[in-house]
């Protein structure tokens, strides 16, 4: 059974840091572009950012590129978002995503979600 | 970056009528590479549709996407309890993006 447990999430002030986690189980982590995609309170989904299998290319939406980051440890079978410089409107929940077989990188839609993790960024 | 566009924003029926959902995009979505989503209050959202018209494992054959181009839908043939939810629609033929859901509520 595939299974994204993630961790990582809480209250911050605005421009400071946090690290979300995601691990894996269920499937073989290695071979599959993993994502991030965020939800702000009663609103809709947002992609955020994608990995690809090695880690070697990864690309991210406008609204945070240079201040998140994206990596993964396949030898943990570990996803990671480095958030820095945090603001009021990356208020959200964060969902880690596994890739569908549909699609090509970096483009894809996901077929298994993470439970969700809540960033809150004071102001 | 592709618009989807969803109608309607609430669409109020009963359990075992028939449920119509539209997404439509600012551009052509070639290959027909467009998902469709269901979502429950607090849950991640659970992938139902794939490549405009195929079901994801496990999801019931009530639920059937059609369309090209710019335009799409999902339809319910019978609505169930449990699939009183928010649906989006998603394009991943360029850089992700999702519609702003359709919200299918109790009447």
């Known amino acids: 059974e595939v299974e994204l447990v993630q961790s990582g999430g809480g209250l911050v002030q605005s421009g400071g840091s946090l690290r979300l986690s995601c691990v894996a189980s269920?499937?073989?982590?290695?071979?599959?572009?993993m994502n991030w995609v965020r939800q702000a309170p009663g609103k809709g989904l947002e992609w955020v950012s994608v990995?690809?299998?090695?880690?070697?290319?990864?690309y991210t939406a406008d609204s945070v590129k240079g201040r998140f980051t994206i990596s993964r440890d396949n030898s943990k079978n570990a996803l990671y978002l480095q958030m820095n410089s945090l603001r009021a409107e990356d208020t959200a929940v964060y969902y880690c995503?596994?890739?569908?077989?549909?699609?090509?990188?970096?483009?894809?839609?996901?077929?298994?979600w993470g439970q969700g993790t809540l960033v809150s960024v004071s102001p | 970056e592709i618009v989807l566009t969803q109608s309607p924003a609430t669409l109020s029926l009963s359990p075992g009528e028939r449920a119509t959902l539209s997404c439509r995009a600012s551009?052509?979505?070639?290959?027909?590479?467009l998902a469709w989503y269901q979502q429950k209050p607090g849950q991640a959202p659970r992938l139902l549709i794939y490549?405009?018209?195929s079901r994801a494992t496990g999801i019931p054959d009530r639920f059937s996407g059609s369309g090209s181009g710019t335009d799409f839908t999902l339809t319910i043939s019978r609505l169930e309890p449990e699939d009183f939810a928010v649906y989006y629609c998603?394009?991943?033929?360029?850089?992700?993006?999702f519609g702003q859901g359709t919200n299918v509520e109790i009447k």
């Open positions: 990995i690809s299998t090695t880690g070697d290319s990864t």
């Open positions: 998603q394009q991943y033929v360029s850089s992700p993006t």
């Open positions: 995503a596994k890739r569908a077989s549909s699609g090509y990188y970096p483009n894809n839609c996901y077929d298994y």
């Open positions: 269920g499937f073989t982590f290695s071979r599959y572009a």
């Open positions: 490549d405009a018209s």
């Open positions: 551009q052509s979505i070639s290959d027909s590479f």
